[in-house]
């Protein structure tokens, strides 16, 4: 079932229930699930994608789960492509990856799973430059790995501190 029919199948339970005292806590919910649903919405329309959300949602696999996190052109598709068989595409601009590239790192007997995720900046919690799924995508991992780069320290310091901010 996608969001369109989560949307229409709560907007005819909203139309259904009766409006008094004893039911605003279930109408409430049903607003708030129905706001919710809206939002995942516009999210997936102008990520350019799909309302699925291609692109971040990766199966997680192997023993392990590794997200790379860090600035634009930092080198996580450069160590990606270097540890795993997968081919991320490398550029010398900022944000050539937009989605999450994953890989698989065979170590001692153990399968872990690295993911390539696209650069964050500024502002990424509040979803500026798709920080919210590159987020939501590192919380699910086992291990972050924060890749900065020694010749921009002071301008990188910062954004360090909110991702820690962040609960990582």
Known sequence: MGILEKIS?????????QKNKATEYHLGLLKAKLARYRQQLLEGLSS??????????????GDARVALI????????????????????TASYEFTTLTCIPGVIEYKGANIQLLDLPGIIEGASQGKGRGRQVIAVARTADLVIIMLDATKSEAQRFVVQCIVCLGF
């Open 48 to 61: 350019g994608k799909g309302a699925k959300g291609e692109g971040f949602d990766v199966m997680k696999s």
């Open 9 to 17: 199948d709560v907007e005819k339970e909203i139309a259904r229930t």
């Open 70 to 89: 860090g600035f634009p052109s930092v080198g996580k598709s450069t160590l990606l492509s270097i540890l795993t068989k997968t081919q991320s595409e």
